[in-house]
Each structure stands twice: as structure tokens, then as C-alpha cells.
């Protein structure tokens, strides 16, 4: 699109996540007009680590905010997988973008403060519970709970696995994954003397995965653990006896760090994702992150997904002739990719791996031939 027609361009973005605010971000350096809508009074993440890929990097550098990430998170060289009782299955390099090389583990917190903190003053708004999308062709409409209407050229559905937006293109449910997952920061000095250098690690056996994330920039470590449960309760009650139960047989140290856990500080969740849809936009609306493509977190993908899909919707509207023919390029250049990424996150590891690591029982994604 021409200069002068992105400028006028009008955007609202549903969703403050990583996802809106990368939109945000990126669309602004476009010149166009964007405003965000977030249900949310106040913007909290759940305390826990995740690892910002090379090519997610090189996004930040493209929009002039890389050493803004880069302050509140640590390089990282290496993932390692480990069995229970840490002997090592596999180690590997992060794959390389560039001249990017290293993934920065990052607190969710300080990545989304981040990320909203380089967005011009005024251009996020709080406390707008959207309630109803109407698409016009050309334009579309905003509905919120308090009566309040935007209308905008162009929408971007960017609020989530429970999208309200997305109702335009599907009426699937998210699915659960027979899966909760418990996580936790806490200081990398009762870590039991684990945390030695910036590589992820992941223990995995017995029907549970324990994901190690140091933050040593913030002396800390990301705590995670996802083992198999049948109770899809979006925010399950679980007690410390039955979180010690899903590490029976773990080293020693990864069961003393979970023995000492304050329960009120663990984030507990049950695991969903949703499945593919066959489409993310009409004219003037389109999907993008979680609310297009949510996947289990097996990966580490999610955020990723959600800012590469950022700099693919500015990149198609820079290059098409129109809103209509940018989203259409969005979706072939984005589509492919998180349909992949879907589906080996629901899958976790090969099934050869997954046979040596939980024998005699497959995760519940792969039981139900998912």
C-alpha cells in the first residue's frame, strides 16, 4: 500500500497481549492510525519464563526496540532435554536467524512491560471488554460491555485462546489437552543449586515434563511443570500433595524445589489449545496469535508465533494493493507455518522419543490420535 493510504489508514486491535502489542508497534512504524482495546484494568502476566527466539529478535531489531528486550532478559546458546533423573537425551544449539544466534529467556511480566512501554503514550486503552465484531465489508464495528463503539478499517483480533473476534470465522471450542501446568518464579538460590548457566532444560518422564528457564539477569528461575490430568477446569485446585505426586521418582533436587513451593505463588492452569481453522480474516477483519492459531506449549511457540505474525501483517500490508489482498497474503505467508507448529506442539516430541521417555503411556493429545 501507498504511504499516504497507510497513513490513513484506521486500526483497533483487540488484545493488549504479546501479539496486540507487537501489532501495535510494528502497524505504528507504518505510519497508520492504530488504537488497542484491552479488556483488562490493569496488564499482570503470570509469573513464568519464556524464550524469545532469534528471528523474534531480529523483529525487534527491524523495529528499533531490540535492546529494550535485551535489558530485562538473558542470551541463551542452548536447550537440553534431560530424564528424571537428569541424564541427558539430547542437547541442541537454538537455530539461527541471521546474524542472531542466541534466545533470550525473558519473565512474561517484563516482556509484556516491554513491549507496552515503547508504544506511544495514548495508543493502548484499558477496561474495554469487547462484547461484539461487526463486519461492514470495507469497515467493521466494535462493540464493547459498556456500550462504547469503535469503528476502524481494518480490526485485528489479537485477544486470545477465548477470542470474541474469532467467533466471526469459528464456532469451535478451544480443546483441552489432558494436561495442567504449574509454574512458578522463584529465586535461582533455592533452586537447589540447578541453575548454572542460561540453557533451558526440560526433565521428562512418568507423564510430566519440568521445564527449568533461567532468569539470571533477575537471580531467578522460571519453575514449570505439566503433567497428565483428566480435570479440564480452566483453573483447576490442586494441593501441594498432589503437585508432589506428578514428580515421584524425579531427581531429589527437582522434588525438594517443588516440596518448598508457596502454593498461593504457582499459576495453576489446565493445558488448552484450539484446532486449525481454515480462516483467519474477512475484508476488514483478521485473526493473529493465539486467537488464530493457540498451541500447546511444548514448543515454546506461542509468543514467538504471535510476533512473527506481527511483522507478517505489516510486511503484507506494506506490499499489497489493498487491506483486502494484504490480509490474504497475511494468511498464506502465516497459515502454513502455525498449522505445522500446531500440531507438532500437540504431538510434544517425536513419537520414538516420546515411546523411550513415557513408556506405556503416551501423552493424552497423542492417545486421542490428535
Known amino acids: 500500500m501507498q504511504l499516504s493510504d497507510l497513513k490513513n489508514l484506521k486500526i483497533a486491535i483487540v488484545g493488549a497481549g504479546y501479539g496486540g502489542a507487537s501489532a501495535a508497534k510494528a502497524l505504528s512504524l507504518l505510519g497508520a492510525d492504530v488504537a488497542v482495546y484491552e479488556q483488562a484494568t490493569q496488564i499482570r502476566e503470570a509469573g513464568a519464563g519464556i524464550g524469545l527466539r532469534p528471528s523474534t529478535m531480529n523483529r525487534f531489531r527491524e523495529w528499533g526496540i531490540f535492546d529494550a528486550i535485551a535489558e530485562v532478559s538473558s542470551p541463551s546458546e542452548a536447550f537440553e532435554i534431560l530424564t528424571p533423573t537428569c541424564d541427558r537425551i539430547m542437547k541442541e544449539e537454538w537455530p539461527v536467524a541471521g546474524d542472531q544466534t542466541h534466545t533470550h529467556l525473558i519473565h512474561r511480566g517484563d516482556f509484556i512491560d516491554a513491549l507496552l512501554g515503547v508504544l506511544p503514550e495514548g495508543m493502548v486503552h484499558l477496561g474495554h471488554k469487547l462484547e461484539s465484531v461487526q463486519d461492514k465489508g470495507e469497515t467493521s464495528v466494535l ?133 486449525s481453522i481454515d480462516t483467519w480474516h474477512s475484508d476488514s477483519v483478521v485473526l493473529m496469535g493465539d486467537a488464530a492459531h493457540s498451541m500447546l506449549h511444548h514448543q515454546g511457540q506461542g509468543a514467538n508465533s504471535a510476533v512473527e505474525d506481527a511483522g507478517a501483517l505489516a510486511d503484507a500490508l506494506r506490499e499489497a494493493a489493498s487491506v483486502k489482498e494484504a490480509l490474504a497474503l497475511f494468511q498464506a505467508t502465516r497459515k502454513p507455518v502455525t498449522d505445522k507448529l500446531q500440531a507438532i506442539s500437540r504431538q510434544g516430541w517425536a513419537e520414538d522419543e516420546i515411546a523411550e521417555v513415557f513408556p506405556g503411556q503416551k501423552p493424552a493429545s497423542l492417545a486421542q490420535g490428535k
Not at 151 to 180: C, M, Q, T, W, Y
Not at 214 to 222: I, K
Open 143 to 275: 462493540t464493547f460491555a459498556d456500550g462504547r463503539t469503535v469503528e476502524a478499517d481494518l480490526v485485528i483480533g489479537a485477544d486470545g485462546i477465548r477470542s470474541v473476534v474469532r467467533r466471526l470465522f469459528s464456532d469451535k471450542e478451544p480443546v483441552f489437552s489432558g494436561e495442567h501446568a504449574y509454574r512458578v518464579v522463584i529465586s535461582a538460590d533455592d533452586a537447589y543449586g540447578m541453575v548454572v548457566d542460561d540453557n533451558l532444560r526440560m526433565y521428562i518422564g512418568r507423564g510430566t515434563k519440568i521445564y527449568l528457564l533461567p532468569l539470571r539477569h533477575r537471580n531467578q528461575v522460571s519453575f514449570d511443570i505439566t503433567a497428565l490430568c483428566p480435570d479440564g477446569t480452566w483453573v483447576p485446585e490442586v494441593s501441594k500433595e498432589e503437585l508432589l505426586a506428578t514428580v515421584e521418582g524425579f531427581d531429589e533436587r527437582l522434588v525438594n524445589i517443588t516440596r518448598d513451593l508457596d502454593m498461593d505463588t504457582v499459576n495453576i492452569r489446565a493445558v488448552y489449545d484450539i484446532d
